[in-house]
């Protein structure tokens, strides 16, 4: 079957760095998606990867190995706004998104 | 750009009724949208794909009788709860993808639906 796993949970203190990731098993690969999503409201793009290696947007990275089925984002210098949920989804061999459970970020001052 | 409209936003309605959602690509021509629906605290789960002039695809255990799918222009689709009962009740999310662009899917805003 087809799975992605992520942690549920995870906590950090505003100006650190944290790393969230995010490992899976699919039928064919045709990207990796990173989306943010805050409480009520819908998700929001933060990252594509579908090459090995790290992508650089502002304060978040992310990271991909194929090989190894795994990627993570790195969020830098924390605010509190970034306490959300980040969503990992696996474009498979049929472009459809497989989509992991989500990890709730706390930031605390 | 590549926005996504959703509308309504939220709505309550009494069991037994039923619920029209559409959602619009404003700015874009979206081929193919897609209906998801979340329950608090779980992630996102697809309900059906979409496609412009054709029947939607549903996910295996989604009703297509009760969730009404019609998307009969690229930039809107409509998702309809028929006879909805409270166990209906969910955020509704729908996203869309730019025709011939990449494989990024944009949402829109969601709907929250109560049925009493």
């Known amino acids: 079957g087809q799975n992605i796993d992520q942690p549920t949970e995870m906590t950090a203190t505003e100006g650190a760095i944290v790393q969230i990731n995010c490992t899976y098993q699919?039928?064919?690969?045709?990207?990796l998606f990173w989306y943010q999503q805050h409480a009520g409201e819908a998700p929001t793009f933060l990252s594509y990867?579908?090459l090995d290696g790290l992508e650089e947007k502002g304060r978040f990275s992310s990271f991909l190995s194929r090989s190894k089925g795994y990627s993570y984002l790195l969020l830098k210098e924390l605010q509190m706004k970034d306490s959300a949920s980040y969503l990992c989804a696996v474009m498979d061999s049929n472009y459809q998104l497989i989509w992991g459970a989500g990890t709730k970020l706390i930031i605390k001052p | 750009g590549a926005v996504v409209s959703q509308h309504p936003s939220w709505v309550i309605c009494k069991s037994g009724t039923s619920v029209k959602i559409e959602c619009r690509s404003l700015d874009f021509q979206a081929t193919t949208m897609f209906w998801y629906r979340q329950f608090p605290k779980q992630s996102l789960m697809l309900m059906a794909t979409s496609n412009e002039g054709s029947k939607a695809t549903y996910e295996q255990g989604v009703e297509k009788d009760k969730f009404l799918i019609n998307h009969a222009s690229l930039t809107l689709s409509t998702l309809t709860v028929t006879s909805a009962h409270p166990e209906d009740s969910s955020f509704y999310i729908c996203?869309?993808?730019?025709?011939?662009?990449?494989?990024?899917?944009?949402f829109g805003p969601g709907t929250r639906l109560t049925v009493l």
């Open positions: 990867n579908v």
């Open positions: 699919t039928s064919g690969f045709n990207g």
């Open positions: 996203s869309a993808r730019i025709s011939g662009g990449a494989e990024e899917q944009f």
